[in-house]
């Protein structure tokens, strides 16, 4: 049976047409059946308002710090109200690569990194491979990995620094424990220093 246009045949459900209906542009706004905003549009919006707090934060705790030392290192700076007193060019840069200690420290931090990245990574990976087995206590040794990643830098480096000292020290404890000397100075050696961090 013919229906003319825009009349609907008994029983029929409008609202399931109106849940199924495409979105159409009204005044340049994609909107539903209903004169809705689409349903695309909104997610949209819901998924930047969950995530701007995220980038607000790490704007002001990433971007905004890397931007300011890059404007300040071509200034002279007043110490005590980090002001600028004036631009200077490229003066902090020209006077850091004249000094004479400048390629010691360019290798030895090239080499820090280098070390550090590579070591990070080995053990990172062989600690993976081994939390991929199926061993008793797999689970409790899955805590006590993961568990740093709860602690706050600062207190870890803390906890390693005492881990480090000569005399009170568990690194030196240890030591003793097995018959060295354990009076190693972890950090005040210059050849053991840079390893120990």
């Given at each position: 049976q013919n229906y003319p246009p825009g009349v609907l045949p008994p029983g029929y459900r409008d609202d399931a047409m109106t849940q199924t209906a495409p979105a159409k542009v009204v005044?340049?706004?994609?909107?539903?059946?209903?004169?809705?905003?689409?349903?695309?549009?909104?997610?949209?919006?819901l998924a930047i308002a969950m995530v701007l707090p995220a980038v607000v934060i790490v704007a002001g705790v990433y971007a905004y710090p890397a931007v300011a030392t890059a404007v300040y290192s071509f200034a002279r700076l007043d110490v005590a109200t980090f002001g600028i007193e004036r631009f200077v060019g490229l003066s902090h840069y020209l006077s850091a690569i004249q000094?004479?200690?400048?390629?010691?420290?360019?290798?030895?931090t090239t080499y820090f990194g280098i070390a550090l990245t590579v070591t990070t990574i080995v053990f990172s990976f062989l600690i993976?491979?081994?939390?991929?087995?199926?061993?008793?206590?797999?689970?409790?040794?899955?805590?006590?990995?993961?568990?740093?990643?709860?602690?706050?830098?600062i207190v870890g480096g803390v906890l390693w620094v005492q881990m480090f000292h000569a005399e009170f020290g568990f690194i030196n404890g240890l030591?003793?424990?097995?018959?060295?000397?354990?009076?190693?100075?972890?950090?005040?050696r210059p050849d053991l220093a840079l390893h120990a961090v």
């Amino acid at each position: 049976q013919n229906y003319p246009p825009g009349v609907l045949p008994p029983g029929y459900r409008d609202d399931a047409m109106t849940q199924t209906a495409p979105a159409k542009v009204v005044r340049g706004r994609r909107v539903d059946r209903a004169g809705a905003p689409s349903s695309k549009r909104r997610e949209r919006g819901l998924a930047i308002a969950m995530v701007l707090p995220a980038v607000v934060i790490v704007a002001g705790v990433y971007a905004y710090p890397a931007v300011a030392t890059a404007v300040y290192s071509f200034a002279r700076l007043d110490v005590a109200t980090f002001g600028i007193e004036r631009f200077v060019g490229l003066s902090h840069y020209l006077s850091a690569i004249q000094d004479p200690a400048f390629l010691s420290i360019t290798l030895r931090t090239t080499y820090f990194g280098i070390a550090l990245t590579v070591t990070t990574i080995v053990f990172s990976f062989l600690i993976a491979l081994l939390l991929n087995q199926d061993f008793r206590g797999r689970g409790i040794v899955r805590v006590v990995v993961l568990l740093p990643w709860a602690v706050p830098p600062i207190v870890g480096g803390v906890l390693w620094v005492q881990m480090f000292h000569a005399e009170f020290g568990f690194i030196n404890g240890l030591i003793r424990a097995f018959g060295g000397a354990g009076d190693i100075i972890w950090l005040g050696r210059p050849d053991l220093a840079l390893h120990a961090v």
